[in-house]
């Protein structure tokens, strides 16, 4: 997978413009990711960017006020403008911004666009009020909304030429979409609750006694909420390991990127698995200071060559 499709000539003022928005609503709303988007070259940069701004679109829909039915609607009309940036017909006169970035992204790097009909899927999954039973059946939804924003990003990445194994890169960015996902889910296990929504599979609650009143303040007598939460960090680090597969693929400053991202998310899960009851507390955050430390830190290369002679030693 090449880094670009091919030389492209500098954006014009109007897609200067959409991408300049679409940075703004990455500053403004990627309380996490945008200390690893920050990272990249600026043709990268923006193109992630974009691809946040689109998902974020589709994000804030799924979690809004509307009702099911309207929710749906929105959704579809997105589907439909995704397919006018997937047909070429969208030029930089077009009054969506979001639109245009993403439209002038698509002709730089080589994006696999069904990646976001995946995030849409997903999110309508969230809209019908889907229960997942297993891991097997999270692992879809988790494919969907965060899995396949890996995928799309490598698009962007690309590997290295000659990179070993780098026929198994999107497998790995879906993993490492997977590991960021669940820790998502746990850190947001209350908020989530209020609105109604427990994504953790019924199984493992059931396991750990916590299938009553999941996500409360208190959790029932003789419930195993911090067992719970033990147990899917355990998961989500297996995934992280495997996910972590990606990052001696990628160039120093893609690798930075999602050293970065995953870096702080790691750091959230560590202070649940320190702490479990935090997530029924409130949002379980990390200070600014510690997420610059964590992008400075994968700039440096140091957790990328630390994972890369990991991930040579495994393989030994
Ligand atoms: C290879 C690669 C780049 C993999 C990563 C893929 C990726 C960025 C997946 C996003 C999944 C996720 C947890 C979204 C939450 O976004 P949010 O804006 O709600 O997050 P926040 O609440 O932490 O700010």
Same mark, same amino acid.
């Given at each position: 997978m090449s880094a670009t499709v091919e030389a492209q000539p500098q954006p014009s003022a109007p897609v200067q413009a959409a991408y300049s928005y679409c940075e703004a609503v990455t500053g403004q709303?990627?309380?996490?990711f945008a200390y690893g988007i920050r990272l990249l070259p600026t043709e990268k940069r923006q193109a992630m960017s974009a691809l946040y701004a689109f998902s974020r679109r589709v994000d804030d829909i799924g979690d809004g006020t509307l009702a099911p039915e309207a929710k749906r609607e929105r959704l579809e009309a997105t589907r439909v403008l995704l397919d006018r940036v997937r047909a070429g017909e969208?030029?930089?006169?077009? %009054?969506?911004p979001v639109a245009v970035a993403l439209a002038d992204s698509a002709r730089r790097f080589p994006i696999p666009l069904g990646g976001l009909d995946e995030l849409i899927d997903g999110v309508l999954m969230d809209v019908r009020g889907a229960t997942y039973e297993t891991w097997d059946d999270l692992k879809v939804y988790c494919r969907c909304v965060a899995g396949a924003i890996g995928r799309i990003s490598l698009g962007v990445f690309g590997t290295q &030429? #000659?990179?070993?194994?780098?026929?198994r890169a999107p497998e790995y960015a879906d993993t490492l979409g997977l590991a960021l996902q669940l820790t998502n889910i746990l850190r947001d296990v209350r908020e989530d609750a209020g609105n #109604?929504? %427990?994504? !953790? &599979?019924s199984d493992d609650l059931a396991k750990f006694g916590?299938?009553? #009143?999941?996500?409360?303040d208190t959790m029932p007598e003789g419930s195993d909420f911090a067992g719970l939460v033990h147990f899917e960090v355990r998961r989500a680090r297996a995934l992280f390991a495997e996910g972590?597969? !990606?990052? &001696?693929? !990628?160039d120093r400053r893609s690798g930075a990127c999602v050293a970065a991202m995953a870096g702080i998310y790691r750091r959230l899960l560590d202070r649940i698995e320190r702490d479990p009851e935090a997530v029924l507390r409130g949002r379980v955050s990390l200070p600014g200071r510690e997420k610059a430390y964590v992008a400075v830190r994968g700039l440096s290369g140091l957790d990328t060559r630390h994972i890369a002679r990991r991930t040579v030693r495994r393989r030994a």
């Open positions: 709303q990627a309380r996490n969208v030029d930089e006169d077009d %009054t969506d &030429p #000659g990179a070993a194994g780098a026929d #109604g929504r %427990t994504y !953790l &599979p916590c299938g009553d #009143g999941f996500g409360s972590y597969r !990606l990052l &001696p693929m !990628l």
